[in-house]
């Protein structure tokens, strides 16, 4: 073999392995995550929820090569606590609560699938505009009823004269702290910096003495993924 022979096939070696080394990294994911700490407490005696996130929102950014092939699994993971309390009394021998945690994710302002209105900015003109994004991780109804007043005849459990406390009674406290996670999944998201922000709300928006929730703590995580037609590609329904 010539010298110059040689060189050329060294040359070329060097150049298939810079390839396959660059093809390697190009087809690497890239990742991003942001952590808050904050925890929602239940108090072992009362079932009162405190602590959590005061904030609404887990935001970070990942940059992403441009490729149509290129897309994006966005995971939010967060505990969610929830509160409810309901009390009958010969006066009101019906009580309902409600209390839930509901989440959606926003790629450069867009909602990301699975949200309702996927693709498109929220219309957060209308809480309940059913393309709002949102996607429920907990909710709790609470109902609890009985007739067994009817049976009772001690006026002491239905004095209508008087603002005291009711003689008799039945109060249900539930209160539990439990962990979701959720992929939402952006197709073909193109090369550039990405704006990633989920957002949360608490259901009802503010604690009261028979309903409340919290978040906390939450993680968000978002990975760089290759996707391939041959291998079933993304499909949404």
Request: aromatic share 6%.
């Amino acid at each position: 073999m010539n010298r110059q022979l040689s060189r050329f096939l060294f040359a070329g070696g060097l150049a298939a392995v810079f390839t396959l080394t660059n093809a390697s990294a190009q087809s690497s994911g890239n990742f991003a995550a942001k952590i808050d700490t904050a925890a929602c407490v239940v108090n072992n005696s009362t079932g009162a929820l405190s602590g959590g996130n005061t904030e609404t929102i887990l935001h970070t950014t990942i940059k992403t090569p441009n490729s149509s092939q290129t897309a994006l699994v966005i995971r939010p993971s967060l505990v969610t606590g929830l509160f409810t309390l309901s009390k009958t009394t010969a006066l009101s021998p019906t009580a309902i609560a409600v209390a839930g945690v509901r989440v959606r994710v926003l790629l450069d302002g867009n909602i990301v699938a699975p949200g309702e209105g996927y693709g498109a900015p929220p219309t957060d003109a209308d809480a309940n505009a059913s393309n709002d994004g949102w996607v429920y991780y907990d909710k709790r109804f609470q109902l609890l009823s009985t007739n067994l007043w009817n049976a009772i005849a001690d006026p002491a459990c239905d004095d209508i004269t008087t603002d005291a406390v009711e003689g008799c009674f039945i109060e249900l406290i539930n209160s539990t702290l439990s962990a979701h996670s959720l992929d939402f999944v952006a197709p073909s998201v193109g090369g550039g910096t990405h704006d990633v922000k989920v957002e949360w709300q608490l259901d009802p928006t503010a604690a009261n003495l028979t309903e409340a929730a919290c978040v906390g703590p939450g993680v968000l995580t978002v990975e760089q993924v290759k996707t391939f037609t041959q291998s079933g590609g993304i499909v949404i329904n």
